[in-house]
């Protein structure tokens, strides 16, 4: 999983998977093959839906959110990474709420991830009467 960072603007849900970062992985066939397989298998089954909660801080690959998708009944629709909290505006939170198909009612904090960026991240929150939740604290309730 990866930082919400692709396109600027879509109408329609999606979702990006990445063959790799190379022109040489972009042109292996049998790896497009494979991802094209991937998104039959998985287009093919019934959706299941989960609570979609929105998350803040860590890196570009947060690999504590993706424990979140592995060990829990929630999914992330999208995650602002500690290297843009400067730019994170409160219409941009707001856009990141609306813009999902499920309802997004909590954001996850990797709270030693906002850096200095915690105060102005939970007024945000508080602002658009949005839950907040610990990433720290949801991995230690749903693991013991």
Known sequence: MEATHHCTYLQKPAMFIEIGSSEEQWTNKSYGRMIADTIMRTLSKPIKTYKTVIA???????REFNKVLLRT????????????LESLTEGMLRQAVER????????????KGLGEHKDRVTSMIENLGLKSERLQTILKNYIN
């Open 73 to 84: 009944d929630l999914t992330i629709g999208h995650i602002c990474p500690k290297y843009a």
């Open 100 to 111: 999902n198909v499920e309802k997004v009612d909590t954001v996850i904090l990797d709270w």
């Open 56 to 62: 803040i801080g860590g890196g570009h690959y947060p």
